[in-house]
């Protein structure tokens, strides 16, 4: 059975599904319609478990394990986030929580992780995972380490895939306006989405639950 891979992408979701070699590369518009659809495996670019009070574990150890890429992990947003209506408010409940206040690419994230976090409902599918693509990436190809925007990046990330999926017919076919560096981020979830399936995924993180019942994990 297939498995996808989705990343967030400008309010709504680049989505691939991975049926053997096979990657067909989909837009999806919420997070309802990711969940909706047919896979054996969803594997989710965004954070899943939120901690009530500060820092999440497996955001930690993702960090480092990525070494100098770490920053490509922003650290979740505490829970009582999700609630916040703008940045102010949200820096503010972030500092009483944790006791520091949250970044804006965090902030920026908030809508996607309020959505999915309402669609998943309670208690959550186990079928739906979080991943993070460069921890993927580098499991797959201990050469990738150049940033994903640049010429060697995108390419380090085209031949890590290659060898496991047909990344190239993918991306030929890929819905019109999407970057490449979304839709290759989709396609490394999908791998991971595989090996969560396949019983074979690596992961990060204490495997707590959050106050919803959500793992605070990171699989790839």
């Known amino acids: 059975m ?13 989505g691939a599904v991975l049926d053997g070699r096979s990657v067909t590369l989909r837009a999806l518009p919420d997070a309802a319609a990711v969940l909706a659809m047919d896979a054996e495996v969803i594997g989710v670019d965004m954070p899943i478990g939120l901690s009530d009070d500060g820092a999440r574990a497996c955001d930690v150890a993702a960090r480092r394990r990525l070494g100098r890429a770490g920053s490509s992990v922003f650290p979740a947003p505490v829970r009582p986030v999700l609630g916040c209506a703008d940045y102010a408010d949200a820096c503010a409940v972030s500092r009483k929580a944790s006791g520091r206040a949250l970044s804006r690419q965090a902030w920026n994230l908030v809508p996607a992780i309020r959505s999915l976090d309402e669609a998943l409902g309670d208690p959550p599918p186990e079928r739906v995972a979080e ?17 994903k925007a640049t010429a060697r990046g995108l390419a380090e990330r085209i031949r890590a895939l290659a060898p496991v ?46 106050a919803r019942g959500r793992p605070m994990r990171i699989s790839f």
Do not use: K, N, Q, Y
Not at 131 to 136: N, Y
């Open 2 to 14: 297939a498995v996808l891979g989705v990343d967030g992408w400008r309010g709504a979701w680049v």
């Open 131 to 147: 991943v993070h693509p460069e921890l993927a990436f580098r499991a797959l190809d201990p050469r990738v380490g150049c940033p």
């Open 165 to 210: 999926m047909d990344v190239l017919d993918a991306l030929a076919a890929a819905p019109p306006g999407v970057p490449a560096v979304d839709c290759l981020d989709a396609c490394a979830v999908a791998w991971s989405a595989r090996r969560i399936a396949d019983g074979a995924a690596d992961e990060v993180g204490d495997d707590t639950r959050d």
